[in-house]
């Protein structure tokens, strides 16, 4: 079984940064699709970005120009960079793999303790 961390969350202000990291415990970045999640109380979970096996990206509408995904399949570890941070991004961060079903990433039934983001003066 492949183990996926999340950190790399915190406090932040509004407009502030941070980034998250997703370290593997196997080499499956350049196999694997892998993607970031996030989860505020009270709504379902939902895919934020994603990066394919090749690298390439997509993202969530409202995080485009705000944020990047990146990986570096040599370390077993995938990025996140958040900019210009916005109260409605606080979440718990999670990070997971899957696989495409048409267009539709589908993730893997097992999920970590992902990672909090409080987005708040």
């Known amino acids: 079984q492949v183990q996926l961390v999340e950190s790399g969350g915190g406090l932040v202000q509004p407009g502030g940064s941070l980034r998250l990291s997703c370290a593997a415990s196997g080499s499956i970045f350049s196999i694997y699709p892998m993607a970031w999640y996030r989860q505020a109380p009270g709504k379902q979970r939902e895919l934020v970005a994603d990066?394919?096996?090749?690298?390439?990206?997509h993202y969530a509408d409202s995080v485009k120009g705000r944020f990047t995904i990146s990986k570096d399949n040599a370390k077993n570890t995938m990025y996140l960079q958040m900019n210009s941070l916005k109260p409605e991004d606080t979440a718990v961060y999670y990070c997971n793999t899957g696989h495409w079903i048409g267009s539709s990433l589908i993730p893997r039934r097992s999920w970590g303790q992902g990672t909090q983001v409080t987005v708040s003066s």
């Open positions: 990066i394919g096996r090749g690298g390439t990206t």
